[in-house]
Structures are given as structure tokens and as C-alpha cells.
């Protein structure tokens, strides 16, 4: 258990615990005095406007928010891995090097076959990364980050800069790797349908703090087509501040 900007570390829960957190920039106050609570195993999706602070809050929680000022408690597992929208894989490293970054031994190597085998790529270890196609690349990425069995899964946009049909799989992907690796997980995206698609909770960040709370309680496969699906979809939209039509309500 780290903690990062002062508090006390308590007992380990294995989940992220964050109470009262302020993050600013100059004049410019971006979290306010947030609390946010992720048990273990918990996939949470975070939505809010551009420039809401989604990104401030998840770098607080990797402990890589050193531009700011900041107080607060955050509360977050040792072991955390984080993903971005662009796949930030070496491109002098092969596939599995990239996977296996830092780690070394046979064991090493057999995980990160093994990862590269669940997110679809067997066969790829020794291809360079400008050989694979932006998907691909977020495969390894996710690849890499479950590796270590991370006990918490920080995502920021993943699947941002990918096409739609790409991003429907991956969706799949990610949901059947988190089934099985059961990592907490923070996933930052702007996609509402994203969020409801894939997580236990959802959370609508406004003003510096958590504006609304809303658990998903659906199946864990999911139809854009379901009433529940969509009456989550409205909730949130109306959230966010727009409609239906991309106007503001
Ligand atoms: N290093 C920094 N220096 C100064 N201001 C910053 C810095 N990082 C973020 N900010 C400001 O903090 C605010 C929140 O930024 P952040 O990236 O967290 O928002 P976001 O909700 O993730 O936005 P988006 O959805 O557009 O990615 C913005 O106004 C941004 O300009």
C-alpha cells in the first residue's frame, strides 16, 4: 500500500481509498475535495467534461502528478499498472521484450508468452512494434500491464484512438482479462457507452468531485439494445450535460 501527499497508510484493503484530495494548478482548482472508494476487483469508469480533472485524479492515484499542488489521501495498491492512449511500447524492443520490460529469467519470459497469448498475439513476440497496427499495439500494452498481476488497473482512454469496430473488440478483450485477473480497475474514457458496456460503476466527475455515483447493475454481457442499458446511458448523458443529439440540456 502506497500513499502519496501525506496521510496515514492503513491497514492494507488492497483497493483504493481516496478522501478529501485537492489537486491544483495555479489559480486553476481542478480536484476539490474528492472522495472515491474502489474495492478490490471493482471496474469503475470515470466520465466528466474535457478538462474535468479525469486525468489529474487518475495520475494521483499512479503517483505521477508531481506538476500540481496537492493534499489529500489516496490510498492505492503497490502494485499498479497503468495504460494510456497511445501504447507507449519501445519501438528498439521487440513485442515480448516490451511485455517483459524489467522483468528477467525464464519465468519472466514464459508470463509474458503467456499474456501475449491471452490478449490474442501468439506468434507475435519477436515482430517490432511498427509492425502491428494501433490495436495491436494497445494489446501488447495490456499485455505488459497484466503481467505483473496488477491489483490495480489505471486506464486512461485506451481504446481513444481506435477505430469503432476495433474498439468493440477490445471491449470484449478487456472485460474477459479483468474476469480473469480480477485487477481493481479506473478506467477514464469519454465514451458513455464504453462506460456502461463495461463497468460495475460508474462515476461522473464535475466540479472537482465525484457529481454522481451510479452502479450498473446488468449482466456481464451487455446489449447496447437492453432498456437498462440505455436508461443508464440518458442518466449519465443527463450528467454530463448533454442529450441525445449532442446538445446541451
Ligand atoms: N501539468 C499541468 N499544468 C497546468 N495545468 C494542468 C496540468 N495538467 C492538467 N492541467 C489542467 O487541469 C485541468 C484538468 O485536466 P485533465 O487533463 O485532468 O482533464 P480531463 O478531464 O482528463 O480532460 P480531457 O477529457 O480533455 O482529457 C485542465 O484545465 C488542464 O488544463
Not at 492515484?61 to 497503468?82: I, K, M, Q, S, Y
Not at 520490460?101 to 499474456?115: H, K, Q, W
Request: with cysteine; charged share 25%; glycine share 10%.
Amino acid at each position: 500500500m502506497a500513499t502519496h501527499a501525506g496521510g496515514l497508510t492503513a491497514a492494507p484493503p488492497r483497493a483504493v481509498r481516496v478522501r478529501d484530495l485537492y489537486r491544483g494548478f495555479g489559480d486553476r482548482v481542478v480536484l476539490d475535495g474528492l472522495d472515491l472508494r474502489i474495492a478490490a476487483g471493482e471496474f469503475v469508469a470515470l466520465l466528466g467534461r474535457s478538462g474535468s480533472g479525469k486525468s489529474t485524479l487518475l495520475r494521483a492515484l499512479a503517483g505521477l502528478d508531481r506538476a500540481g499542488e496537492g493534499t489529500g489521501l489516496v490510498e492505492v495498491p503497490r502494485n499498479l499498472a497503468v495504460v494510456f492512449q497511445d501504447a507507449r511500447l519501445l519501438p528498439w524492443q521487440r513485442v515480448l521484450a516490451n511485455v517483459v520490460l524489467g522483468r528477467s529469467g525464464p519465468d519472466a519470459t514464459e508470463r509474458g508468452r503467456a499474456a501475449l497469448r491471452e490478449v490474442g498475439l501468439a506468434g507475435r513476440e519477436r515482430a517490432w512494434p511498427k509492425e502491428l497496427s494501433g490495436g495491436e499495439q494497445q494489446r501488447v500494452a495490456l499485455a505488459r500491464a497484466l503481467v505483473s498481476e496488477p491489483e490495480l488497473l489505471l486506464a486512461d482512454e485506451p481504446f481513444g484512438a481506435l477505430d469503432a469496430l476495433t474498439r468493440i473488440r477490445m471491449h470484449g478483450l478487456l472485460r474477459d482479462l479483468c474476469a480473469r485477473h480480477r485487477p481493481a480497475v479506473l478506467l477514464v474514457t469519454h465514451d458513455v457507452d464504453e462506460a456502461v458496456t463495461l463497468a460495475d460503476r460508474v462515476l461522473v466527475l464535475d466540479a472537482g468531485r465525484v457529481a454522481l455515483d451510479q452502479t450498473i447493475d446488468l449482466p456481464t454481457t451487455r446489449s447496447h439494445r437492453q432498456p437498462r442499458f440505455l436508461a443508464y446511458r440518458e442518466r449519465l448523458l443527463a450528467a454530463l450535460g448533454v442529450d441525445e443529439t449532442g446538445g446541451q440540456t
